[in-house]
């Protein structure tokens, strides 16, 4: 029997598309948009699929998006990230162990050991909050993610900052009747970490009081994808406590630049100046790569960021120092540290 048909029928994923001859009767079948299917034959229109679905390869039914995010199970960077870490915490532990121990000799004594222990102890947590960024994110995380790392820094830049003011106070101090020495003594270095810390504290505060992170779905960047990320809540406050991380930096980076012309007998402002170029140009490089990425690479970007910059910190300026106390005991005097 002869079929009265000018047109096949269109299978699921497919709608017909009427106009294209000149008989009404005729039509073309036309694939469905992306995002959009169509689940029966010889449909008239496609279906959108909801925010957490995406069309499968035939466009005849919709299927649950792949969720993305810094997995534990399913990317092997995190267990990188992971590992150097924690790596890098022992290292820091290590090395605090030190100077502990040595903790009367010159080399430690110098330039103030309390300022050391506390520097150690903020780079040892700086790469412990390197586990808040990895995992699925949630509200607690999202909220603590930026704060900690942004407070953590800030307290280790204000400790650079102070030994490196400490040390243009002390060479002025060595001439007969010079009035900087009345602020000499450890008063004046707590009081510099406490004021420029309590400042980055008040910035976090007021942004979680405000608009606080939260987690957050993207379901647009991505077809097929639903990035599940933190949302920064007021942009501004992550601007304004990132801009006054990199203020300090900046500020110290200047100071202990003008004063490493200083006798290397005494001071580590040379290696100050050296860990603070180091520390700015891993946030400067961070920015342009941090922009340009989405979803989980722009979480590696800032969690590679931390810890680049956290061994900077340590490698530049606690290693030498480690290195003379464990092998070179002769350079570790009064004699020579003067």
Known sequence: IPVSRCSDPCLPGSRKKFGSSIHKCCYECVPCPEGEIANISDSENCMKCPDDEWPNEKKDRCVPKLVEFLSYTDDPIVAVFSAVSILCCLIT????GIFIHYQDTPI?????????YLLLVSIMLSFLCVFLFLGHPVDVTCMFRVTSFGVIFSVAVSSLLSKSIMVCIAFKATKPGS???KWMGAKLSNFIICVFSL????IC???LSISPPFQDQDTLSYQGKIIIHCNEGSVIGFYFV???MGLLAAVSFIIAFLARTLPDSFNEVKYITFSMLVFCSVWIAMIPAYLSTRGKYMVAVEVFAI???SSGLLGCIFFPKSYIILFRPDLNTKTVIR
């Open 93 to 96: 532990g290590l090395i605090l």
């Open 205 to 207: 505060v007021t942004w």
């Open 199 to 202: 400042v980055q504290v008040i």
């Open 179 to 181: 009035p900087w020495r």
């Open 307 to 309: 810890i680049a910059s």
């Open 108 to 116: 430690v004594k110098a330039n103030n050991r309390n300022l050391s």
């Open 242 to 244: 990132l801009g006054y």
